[in-house]
C-alpha cells in the first residue's frame, strides 16, 4: 500500500498527513501533536449525491469538514 | 433513511461506509477471499446494534453452538462426531447452514435464532460443488461415480453482498471463553444453482439490499422470516465460473480455470 505524506496548518499548529488507498477509497489520516488522538477522514456521498468530508469512525463529523478542506486547499496549491 | 455523521445518505452509503470502518480498523480480517465452512473459523458478520436501527460488523465463528455444548471437547464432538461408550459411532451435527423452510419449526434448534438474532453474512462470492457422471464407454451409461468441478459463485457487479444468518452466544463454562456462532440460511436452489449444486439442489439465501435490511432491522413474524429466508435472488443477476480443483490451497482461490471435458452451463 503506497502513503503519501505532507503537512497542513490547523488552528497555527503543522499537522502530518498521510493519505492511503483501501479497497478503492482514499483516506487521509491525521495526527495531532498533543493527545488529540488520530483522525481518519474520507469523502462521502450524502442524499442529494453531493460530497462531504466525514470521519471514520463515526463521531469527529465537525472536525473532518473543517480538516478535509485544509486537504482540499493543499491539493489545490500543488496543482 | 440513514445518517452517518449527522448527514442523510442512502443506506448503500451507509453500508459501504461501516463496511470501511471495518476494513480500516482491521484490513486483514476481511481481506480473505476464501471462507471454508469446515474450517469453523471467523468471518464478518453483520449485526444489529440492540434498541437501533444500525448495525456493527463482528467476527463470529461458523457452525452454530447450540448452549446445551458445555465446552470446546463437546462442540468438537458436536462437530465432528465421536465414538460413544458402546462403540457405536455418533455421527456429527452439522450447523454450518440452516434450512429456511425448518429453521422455525416447534423444538428446532435454530427457532430462537431465527426469531430473534438474525444477522447478514458478508460474502465476497461462495464455493460449490457440480457433480458430473461420466457417460460409460463401455455400456453408454451414466458412471455411479460423479466428477466432481468447483465452481465459485456471486452476484454481478458487486463486490460483496449479503446472505441471511442468524446466530447464537456461546461460553465455554469452563474456560469462560465467549464467542458468538452464526449459520447461514439456506433456500431451494433457483435455476443457475440448480445446475452447479446439483447434488442437493440448495443455494444460500442472498438477500437484495431491501431484505438485507428487513432481515437484520424488521420486527417480523414467522411468515415473514419464512418468506425472506426462502428468497431466491434472481439467476440472472448471478455469475459462475469454474475454478481450479486445489483452490482451498491457492493463492487466489476465485480464479477461473477451465476444464474442456465440461458440459457448459444453460444460460439462465
Known sequence: ?79 | MCYYNGQKVTRSEFIRLKNLEKVIAKYSFLNKDLLIGFDYGKSAVLKKIEGQEDFEIVEMEWGFLPGYIRNREQAEKFRNGYKKADGQWQQPILTLNAMSEEMLLPKKMYRDAALNRRCLVLSTGFYEWRHVFPISKKNGKPLKTAVKYPYHIGVKDREYFFLAGIWQPWKDVETGEYVETFSIVTTAANKLMEQIHNSKKRMPAILTEDLAWEWLFGNLDENRITEIARYQFPAEQMEACTISKDFRSALEPAAPYAYEDLPALELV
Not at chain 1, 503537512?7 to 488507498?21: H, M
Not at chain 1, 487521509?28 to 471514520?56: C, H, Q, Y
Open chain 1, 1 to 79: 500500500m503506497e502513503i503519501e505524506l505532507f503537512q497542513i496548518t490547523y488552528k497555527d499548529a503543522s499537522l502530518d498527513v498521510e493519505r492511503f488507498d483501501i479497497s478503492g477509497q482514499t483516506f487521509f489520516r491525521i495526527s495531532f501533536p498533543d493527545k488529540v488522538p488520530p483522525l481518519t477522514i474520507l469523502r462521502a456521498l450524502n442524499f442529494e449525491g453531493a460530497k462531504f468530508w466525514t470521519s471514520m469512525p463515526e463521531g469527529r463529523y465537525q472536525l473532518a469538514e473543517e480538516i478535509g478542506i485544509l486537504v482540499e486547499q493543499y491539493y489545490r496549491s500543488i496543482k
